[in-house]
């Protein structure tokens, strides 16, 4: 792809460090940051100058991405490989908002969909919607994978001072224990379960599912299912099937991707726990976003700033990771859904045409709230041998604790930031170590451990509070930036086929852990097979 050659040619001429471009540019820091939708992104600590930049912002031009982004606007299906329109923007819509598929709005029945969910909501935090022994609902377990499991989960930790209605839990793993651990803490009289699943036909969930549904059974008989379940999924016919009743199932559309679907249906756990006012502000917040990432200019564009950015290290210096970084402990499973939201979407060897890709794409993405990293992996990122670009998270104001600590964990997050940017030289390390008392020898022997090389680079990106607003926006911030880099790498962000040979293979193989024969698996697997079913009790 020409766009990449070019990204990669242009960083061979880079020879500045940020040391170098701090100083010889004053006006740095209050220049490169973009604001729009409640953040603020500092950029200025990156490998770049303004004319970097204007070459990233020609190669943004002379790409198909302004065409592909009013196509995604318009509901055209820019998801190729299933023929599907990629519409996640119209469920935070307004009604005046003009979305929809094959010249047809779709957001009168996306605001229908919204109010059903919204009405149900309600009536099970009032008390209206009860179990079958007439007791109100005190907890929710949503059962679901992936998309179903990932966002709702995040955002309700992320969310958590806002919680005023019943209890929300989350079960995800096919592993036992997982399900296990929660419904044992829950009594099924007052427990309500949500099945989330686009498809209905995801294994784990549909085992959890069959499994909850015993629980609730066993105890309450086969008429309180009914009572005590409802579904979030696009699969009426399976729903059905299963025994919840149409009243009791909130849809949405296959136009809605399963790592893009909290602000759907999906999200029904979460308008539960904080009502349909909150849910509203975290839309709002996203549909900021989305306006932002349609009207901004590029050089004030936060999406498109972060994919031009991560481009830049991925392809012109082969950097292979992101860190994700939150200062706000509330946002601890954000990089676990980043990780669902960027690789699924651009994990890709091929591009939109189904041509093999001879240039890199979606780096790792990872990462932990800090301060906790700086205690464990923070070694690595200031005097590891690999540079690991960073997108440190903050805030100004903290929700429900006290202004001391949200200082102290700010001062960490820009120490940090300063100094990976900037590093402490050998020459210095060793002079304060000579005014401290030690010997020559000593000092030179220490010197080189002790020494920062700096030059790492890292993005800050600021708010004022973790709000729901904020945090709508900041997930449709990733989300775009997602888009654009998917354009620029010409890979089809919206399909995941590379998950689909793992289920296949584990459909296979799972009547052999009953006869004991996986002879038609290689031996390896055999091996380890035989050794479990040895060692099973
Ligand atoms: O297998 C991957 C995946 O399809 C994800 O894209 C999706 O979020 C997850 O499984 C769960 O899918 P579903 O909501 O259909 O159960």
Redesign the pocket.
């Known amino acids: 792809m020409i766009l990449i050659d070019e990204i990669a040619s242009i960083s061979k001429q880079w020879n500045q460090t940020l040391t170098a471009l701090f100083k010889n540019d004053p006006g740095r820091a209050s220049r490169f940051v973009a604001e729009g939708a409640g953040l603020r992104l500092d950029y200025s600590k990156h490998w770049l100058d303004s004319a970097v930049l204007a070459k990233l912002f020609d190669a943004l031009e002379a790409s198909d991405f302004s065409e592909t982004r009013a196509a995604m606007f318009a509901g055209d299906r820019i998801n190729t490989s299933e023929n599907r329109a990629v519409l996640h923007i119209a469920l935070r819509g307004e009604l005046t908002d003009n979305f929809g598929v094959d010249g047809c709005s779709v957001m009168p029945s996306v605001i229908q969909a919204r109010d059903q969910a919204y009405a149900f909501a309600e009536g099970i935090r009032e008390g209206t919607f009860v179990g079958i022994t007439g007791e109100a609902f005190t907890d929710v377990v949503n059962i679901?994978?992936?998309?179903?499991?990932?966002g709702p989960l995040m955002v309700s930790e992320a969310l958590k001072p806002m919680i005023d209605g019943p209890r929300v839990h989350y079960v995800s793993n096919v592993d036992g224990a997982h399900l296990h651990d929660v419904l044992a803490a829950l009594n099924p009289h007052t427990t309500l379960i949500l099945i989330?699943?686009?498809?209905?036909?995801?294994q784990?969930?549909m085992h959890n599912a069959y499994k909850a549904k015993r629980w609730i059974s066993s105890v309450l008989g086969e008429p309180a299912v009914a009572e005590h379940f409802a579904a979030l999924?696009t699969?009426i016919g399976a729903v059905r099937a299963f025994g919840i009743a149409d009243t009791r199932t909130f849809g949405f559309w296959d136009w809605v991707?399963?790592?893009y679907?909290v602000w759907s249906t999906?999200g029904l756990s979460l308008m539960i726990a904080m009502g349909s006012e909150i849910f509203d502000r975290f839309l709002s917040g996203a549909r900021e976003m989305d306006r932002h990432f349609r009207d901004a200019p590029a050089d004030n564009n936060i999406p498109i700033l972060m994919a031009l950015i991560g481009i830049w290290y991925r392809n012109g210096f082969g950097l292979d990771t992101q860190a994700i970084l939150p200062y706000e402990q509330r946002l601890h499973r954000f990089s676990a859904y980043l990780q669902?939201m960027e690789m699924?979407s651009n994990g890709k060897r091929v591009d939109r045409a189904g041509n093999s890709l001879d240039y890199d794409t979606c780096p790792v993405i990872w990462g932990e709230p800090g301060t906790n990293g700086q205690h464990a992996f923070f070694q690595l990122l200031h005097q590891g041998t690999m540079v690991c670009p960073v997108d440190f998270i903050l805030t100004a104001n903290s929700i429900n604790t006290d202004h001391e600590s949200h200082s102290l964990l700010n001062a960490n997050c820009l120490a940090q930031a300063e100094a990976l940017a900037f590093g402490k030289s050998t020459n210095t390390i060793y002079e304060e170590m000579l005014a401290d008392g030690l010997s020559g020898s000593d000092a030179t022997r220490l010197a080189s451990h002790r020494t920062f090389p700096g030059n790492r680079p890292s993005s800050l990106i600021m708010m004022d509070a973790l709000t729901p607003e904020n945090l709508g926006a900041l997930i449709a911030a990733y989300e775009h930036k997602v888009f654009t880099q998917g354009i620029l790498w010409n890979v089809n962000s919206y399909d995941?086929w590379g998950?689909?040979l793992g289920?296949a293979q584990c459909n296979a193989l799972r009547p052999s852990f009953e006869s004991g024969d996986a002879s038609k698996f290689s031996t390896s697997t055999q091996e380890s097979l035989r050794w479990l079913l040895e060692k099973k009790y």
């Not at 989330?196 to 995801?202: D, E, L, N, R």
């Open positions: 679901g994978i992936g998309g179903s499991d990932l989330a699943s686009k498809t209905f036909t995801t784990e969930t999924s699969n991707g399963g790592r679907s999906i669902q699924e995941q998950v689909e289920k």
